[in-house]
């Protein structure tokens, strides 16, 4: 049974530009969420997908969104990035009927330069 | 929103000693897990743990739902036991775990 998995494991990008984060949840899991950890802080919640819908939202801005595919598979999508973006992002994922037992990948660490 | 704070933010213990988490809530939650982070940042589940006891090998942990805390204990502390520990606890409505800040565990040789 395959884990999740998150591409890729770094990215050093300039402030303005656009990052796009990649994730494939865990075999038989229909639910993603992705979630921002800064350097000393825990895990803070970005959004969940669920059946390719934003099922859940916390408290970022709209340029933070996302994608789920068919597969279950998911994108996060930063645009006009800020310093304060850097951090390791980490993506969640959680079978059916789960109440939030969530497994999560190894994270990709985003620096914005 | 709901708080979730742990305690101690840091300890530092020789191999061997035992070692007490603690995890606080604010509110009523559905669920409550406990992590560990690794120093590549993967975040381990360790348990799953709503209520009751649980135990898998040195570890264990309790949640005591009406009064709102979990403890997580290690016993018998390796160095491969240091990391992050992290409480997370889920909030149905919002669909979403809230985190602890954490506890930093050091285990010297």
């Known amino acids: 049974e395959t884990g999740v998995t998150q591409s890729p494991t770094h990215l050093i990008k300039t402030r303005g530009q656009q990052v796009t984060l990649r994730c494939s949840s865990q075999s038989g899991h229909n639910t993603v969420s992705w979630y921002q950890q800064a350097l000393g802080q825990g895990p803070q919640f970005i959004f969940q997908?669920?059946?390719?819908?934003?099922?859940g939202r916390g408290n970022f801005p709209p340029r933070f969104s996302g994608l789920q595919f068919p597969n279950y598979s998911s994108e996060l999508n930063v645009n006009a990035l800020e310093l304060d973006d850097s951090a390791l992002y980490l993506c969640?994922?959680?079978?059916?009927?789960?109440?939030?037992?969530?497994?999560f990948g190894p994270g990709t660490r985003l620096t914005v330069t | 929103g709901i708080q979730v704070e742990q305690s101690p933010p840091d300890l530092i213990l020789q191999e061997g000693a035992n070692s007490t988490l603690r995890c606080n809530f604010s509110?009523?939650?559905?669920?409550l897990q406990w992590f560990h982070q690794n120093p590549w940042g993967q975040l381990i589940n360790l348990f799953y743990i709503p209520s009751g006891t649980k135990q898998n090998g040195r570890l264990s942990a309790t949640t005591v739902a009406t009064e709102r805390y979990s403890l997580l204990y290690i016993s018998s502390s390796q160095t491969t036991d240091s990391g992050v520990y992290f409480c997370a606890v889920f909030i149905q409505g919002a669909q979403k775990l809230v985190f602890g800040q954490g506890t930093r565990l050091t285990i010297n040789p």
């Open positions: 509110d009523s939650v559905n669920n």
């Open positions: 969640a994922s959680s079978p059916p009927w789960s109440t939030g037992k969530e497994y």
């Open positions: 997908y669920y059946r390719e819908e934003e099922n």
